[in-house]
T-cell receptor, first 117, second 114 residues
Framework: AQKVTQAQTEISVVEKEDVTLDCVYE???????LFWYKQPPSGELVFLIR??????QNEISGRYSWNFQKSTSSFNFTITASQVVDSAVYFC??????????????FGKGTTLSVSS | SAVISQKPSRDICQRGTSLTIQCQVD?????MFWYRQQPGQSLTLIAT?????????ESGFVIDKFPISRPNLTFSTLTVSNMSPEDSSIYLC???????????FGSGTRLTVV
């Protein structure tokens, strides 16, 4: 069965610190997609990244970077030089199978990041 | 990506009553998904709604409590029936679309049952 584990419930850092949010997933499919979403206090879900199972290249987008390692079933998210505006709940999610196969996202429990000034 | 209009954005309801949540998508989509997010918790899938057939419910969710309507490819409703305070949550609809985003979410309905 598919499962997403975010072992870190809460993380607190001071501005400008780097922080890594961990995500470990379980799936029996060879084709799957991994996602990260941000949920600020306002409640909406903000898409950050999608990665498919055949693309293990790491990705960097500004202060954000993602490390996908199939060997350890991990898809970790690093924020460099954190800012107060990064304070939010971050969810890792998994979708099994091919795209548009009607599979829903399965979410981890989320990690609450608090960045203080 | 698709744009979802979800209504109402929030409501306070009396226990024992029902609330119907609507999601309108600006493009045709095959599947729509309904999630519940209890306070301080993650998103849990309630059901998957395919146009023209009955919704498929996840373990722990039943049709009598959460009836879903999917009359066409752009619209769906979720009803929370016979509400109790334990139903106080954020309810979100989602669709799967082509493109880099993959999944789009409505802005959520924040439900408080008193």
């Amino acid at each position: 069965a598919q499962k997403v584990t975010q072992a870190q419930t809460e993380i607190s850092v001071v501005e400008k610190e780097d922080v890594t949010l961990d995500c470990v997933y379980e799936t029996r499919d060879t084709t799957y997609y991994l996602f990260w979403y941000k949920q600020p206090p306002s409640g909406e879900l903000v898409f950050l990244i999608r990665r498919n199972s055949f693309d293990e290249q790491n990705e960097i987008s500004g202060r954000y970077s993602w490390n996908f390692q199939k060997s350890t079933s991990s898809f970790n998210f690093t924020i460099t030089a954190s800012q107060v505006v990064d304070s939010a709940v971050y969810f890792c999610a998994l979708s099994e199978g091919h795209y548009q196969a009607g599979t829903a996202l399965i979410f981890g429990k989320g990690t609450t990041l608090s960045v203080s000034s | 990506s698709a744009v979802i209009s979800q209504k109402p954005s929030r409501d306070i309801c009396q226990r024992g009553t029902s609330l119907t949540i609507q999601c309108q998508v600006d493009s045709q989509v095959t599947m729509m998904f309904w999630y519940r997010q209890q306070p301080g918790q993650s998103l849990t899938l309630i059901a998957t709604a395919n146009q023209g057939s009955e919704a498929t419910y996840e373990s722990g969710f039943v049709i009598d409590k959460f009836p879903i309507s999917r009359p066409n490819l752009t619209f769906s409703t979720l009803t929370v029936s016979n509400m109790s305070p334990e139903d106080s949550s954020i309810y979100l609809c989602s669709v799967e679309v082509t493109g880099i985003y993959g999944y789009t979410f409505g802005s959520g309905t924040r439900l408080t049952v008193v």
